[in-house]
């Protein structure tokens, strides 16, 4: 058994996505709008990407991050909850998702946990834009069969990276 010690990604880690940020679903926070119960916005600062649901009716002018009784902190914004460890909320987005993330440093482990996918592809840089050292290609939709009747019926299964 390896264990590894995880990096936080940080705006200075993340690089980019083709998940937009806010996505339609978690629209800014606003302080001149109105906002109903159940409602859900995005506060998005440096180093912080995060969603909260309005806990009142006609909540207006209360900042989510400083204002408890009114807002509900419920996670991470679409973009960002792949990199939460604490939840099982996966970042959801068109294929192919291509993430971006610059370590900062030399790193020999990289974990794809949840992954609900028909391929991987993992490109490892030394550097943005530098030349690339790793590539790892996976093919993740797999049909599990021993005999000729499970490879005619038995279902695809997602893989493990």
Sequence with gaps: ???????????????????????????????????AQDAEVSVITTDSHLVYKSL??????????SSPDK????GYTNRFRMFDW??????KGLSPVTVTVKP???INA?????????????????????PTVLTIN??????HATTPYEWCFSPFVYDKV
């Design 1 to 35: 058994m390896k264990a590894f010690i995880p990096i936080d990604i940080t705006d200075a880690r993340f690089v980019s996505s083709t998940i937009a940020e806010p996505a339609a679903a978690e629209p800014a926070w606003n302080s001149g709008t109105t906002y």
């Design 56 to 65: 009142v009716a006609g909540n207006n002018n209360n900042p989510p991050a």
């Design 71 to 74: 807002w509900f902190l419920k």
């Design 86 to 91: 604490n939840q099982g909320n996966p970042s």
């Design 104 to 106: 900062g440093r030399r």
């Design 110 to 130: 990289v974990m794809l946990e949840g992954l609900r996918a028909a391929t991987v592809a993992i490109t490892v840089q030394d550097g943005v834009g530098e």
């Design 138 to 143: 996976k093919d993740l939709l797999n049909r």
